[in-house]
């Protein structure tokens, strides 16, 4: 058969340099992967053995058609027989035309293979890549329609001949014998898709077509899926978050199908949670098993409360005179406190300041309070300013009192000037005490004593004041005033002298003439009734 198509052809081309294997693959066709002039053509490999499970021989010869049959190309033998030495031969159609010749038809895209005269097989190897369990699909189908094809067909696992994995043989045009099944193969291991001559011993009318796939069984999936989660937020301190937090989850299985979720969308956390935190849980399913995976979202954006006292507090006016006692106190309702690092010790304030404590929850958030106290321990100065010491009856005490406080300031006072005649005093010393009270309640004193003395002169003289104001001396005409002072006046200078040479019933009947005479001026209307007391008073101090 093939002589003739040499024939008609007319171009014969030997080629012996063989291609290195294409990349890895997981699925294999001997039609689909055949690449022209390539031997071993990947994991394919074109040969002859012969016999069945013989030594393999790898095929050198090859034939690229042209013309009419352009896209056919054949590895072959090279071994004579009748009709040439075409034989054993691998033959592939790379277009998709059906080809017809005088005794066979080749499709498209298609494989032909056909014994040797001497009983060779012709065989195609596919040999592993890498160890594994491989799914394998052989169909051999007779295409010589003249005389019908009869071959015997085998598949051989590393060229075992004597258990082979399958054997079988065609019988006539388009008889077909097929194989499937999966093989567990080592790395480098072979199996032979052979064509032998078949029962009748005879090579022609032999021309075979051969359909292999082989496609790499996925191994057994034993691992259950890969669960990631994804947490975004802002991170705070001992796995806190101190923002809003976002929850994704990753499920992935690069063995099998993830068959089933639970829990695996995405969440948000958008309000503080309790010392526990908030958990959640994805759990994925595939061939492999189960996987369950937990995390918990523990979210505070709250500052802690922190609150500042002071002791003792202070007055309605704001104020205190002692030292004072601030102490701290920190709350937080969702992380809590971290003592550890919050400075809430008490502080004593001695003066006027301020204390600050500072809190931490256990998010990292902070918060701070301060207390301010003012504080005024010193009391109030009282001053009298002006005083004379001592004060004769006719003068006036003007004595100026001052109350001051540097501090919190005076919030009240009984100081008071004194602006008053000295004859309204006792005769002798007088003290006149003030108080005050600052803002922070301290209270200060002070104190100013005088001494009032009687003279004749000055008895005179306040008697001659008091008869200037009389309303009578003011009506006399101005001549006839200085014989009414001559007369009071008179009175209380010659009254010392008198009274210091008489004995104690003398002194009193004198101060009591005195008296008498003093109620004759308040009846002649030169002196008030008062006026004339305090002279009584006052003369009894000589």
């Not at 003739?4 to 001997?30: F, H, Y």
Request: charged share 10%; proline share 5%; glycine share 12%.
């Amino acid at each position: 058969m093939r002589k003739l198509v040499a024939l008609l052809v007319g171009i014969t081309a030997v080629l012996g340099t063989s291609v290195p294997a294409r990349g890895a693959t997981s699925s294999w066709d001997v039609s689909s992967d055949w690449v022209v002039g390539q031997n071993p053509d990947g994991a394919w490999s074109y040969g002859w053995e012969s016999s069945r499970g013989a030594t393999f021989t790898l095929m050198t010869l090859h034939t690229v058609d042209s013309g009419p049959l352009a896209g056919i190309d054949y590895w072959y033998g090279g071994i004579s027989g009748v009709g040439g030495d075409f034989y054993p031969l691998v033959e592939h159609n790379g277009t998709s035309t059906t080809f017809t010749f005088g005794c066979c038809v080749l499709p498209g895209n298609s494989l032909v293979l056909h014994p040797g005269p001497q009983g060779q097989n012709a065989v195609v190897r596919w040999t592993a890549p890498a160890a594994g369990s491989y799914h394998v699909s052989a169909a051999w189908s007779g295409t010589d329609y003249a005389s019908g094809t009869t071959t015997d067909d085998a598949v051989l696992l590393n060229g075992n001949a004597t258990n082979p994995l399958f054997v079988g043989e065609v019988t006539g045009y388009r008889a077909a014998q097929t194989y499937s099944g999966t093989v567990s193969m080592a790395a480098g291991a072979t199996l032979d898709f052979t064509v032998g001559y078949g029962t009748d011993g005879s090579y022609f009318s032999d021309a075979t077509g051969l359909a292999v796939t082989i496609t790499q069984a996925a191994p057994a999936d034993t691992t259950p899926p890969d669960i990631e989660p994804s947490v975004t937020g802002t991170p705070g301190a001992n796995g806190w978050y101190t923002s809003d937090v976002h929850v994704s989850w990753s499920v992935s299985d690069p063995r099998s199908p993830v068959t089933s979720t639970s829990g695996c969308g995405p969440a948000d956390v958008t309000t503080d949670t309790a010392a526990s935190g908030i958990t959640f849980s994805c759990t994925a399913t595939s061939a492999g098993g189960t996987t369950a995976k937990s995390i918990t979202v523990k979210r505070d954006v709250t500052p802690p409360t922190v609150t500042a006292t002071g002791s003792p507090a202070p007055n309605t006016a704001g104020w205190n005179n002692t030292d004072v006692t601030v102490s701290f106190v920190c709350t937080d309702a969702s992380s809590g406190v971290d003592a550890a690092h919050s400075s809430l010790g008490a502080s004593v304030l001695a003066a006027t300041g301020t204390a600050t404590g500072a809190c931490v929850d256990n998010a990292g958030n902070s918060a701070s309070a301060s207390y301010t106290a003012k504080i005024d321990k010193v009391p109030p100065t009282i001053t009298y300013s002006g005083s004379a010491g001592t004060y004769d009856v006719d003068q006036n005490v003007n004595i100026t009192c001052t109350a001051t406080d540097d501090n919190s300031g005076i919030a009240s006072t009984t100081c008071a000037d004194i602006d008053a005649p000295a004859a309204s005093f006792n005769v002798g010393d007088t003290t006149i005490i003030a108080t005050a009270t600052d803002k922070a309640g301290n209270i200060g004193s002070g104190s100013v004593t005088f001494t009032l003395v009687v003279t004749p002169g000055g008895l005179a003289r306040l008697t001659a004041q008091y008869v200037e104001s009389s309303p009578k001396y003011l009506a006399l005409p101005p001549v006839q005033h200085g014989a009414v002072l001559r007369i009071a006046n008179g009175m209380a200078q010659a009254l010392p002298g008198v009274i210091d040479r008489a004995s104690g019933q003398q002194k009193e009947h004198l101060i009591v003439a005195y008296s008498q005479a003093l109620d004759g001026l308040v009846a002649g209307g030169w002196l008030t009734a008062d006026q004339a007391a305090t002279l009584t008073r006052l003369v009894a101090g000589l």
